[in-house]
């Protein structure tokens, strides 16, 4: 029995699951894409930015730039896996 093909190979084979999100092709996400990937305003982000980066309540965080890391320990803050940098919180 031969197998027939077509222009991805041979019929019998199945694709995977797609693939929807790579990643930004730049590297880094603005703060505005790294607040919708984590399903935040950019105000809640910001708030999550300082609660785990330790950055002054005055500092400017909008231009700042996110790596792919960044965003899974920001996940990991944001569900609670994290324990909190701010002031005055005691490590679980």
Excluded at 7 to 18: A, H
Aim: charged share 20%; proline share 9%; hydrophobic share 35%.
């Amino acid at each position: 029995m031969i197998a027939t093909t077509n222009r991805t190979g041979p019929s019998m084979l199945k694709k995977g699951p797609s693939i929807t999100h790579r990643g930004p092709s730049r590297g880094y996400y603005l703060e505005s894409e790294a607040a919708s990937l984590l399903g935040l305003t950019r105000e809640d982000f910001r708030a999550l930015v300082r609660r785990v980066a330790l950055h002054p309540e005055g500092s400017d965080i909008s231009s700042a730039r996110y790596q792919p890391t960044d965003l899974v320990t920001l996940r990991l803050a944001q569900a609670g896996a994290l324990p909190s940098s701010e002031p005055g919180s005691q490590p679980a």
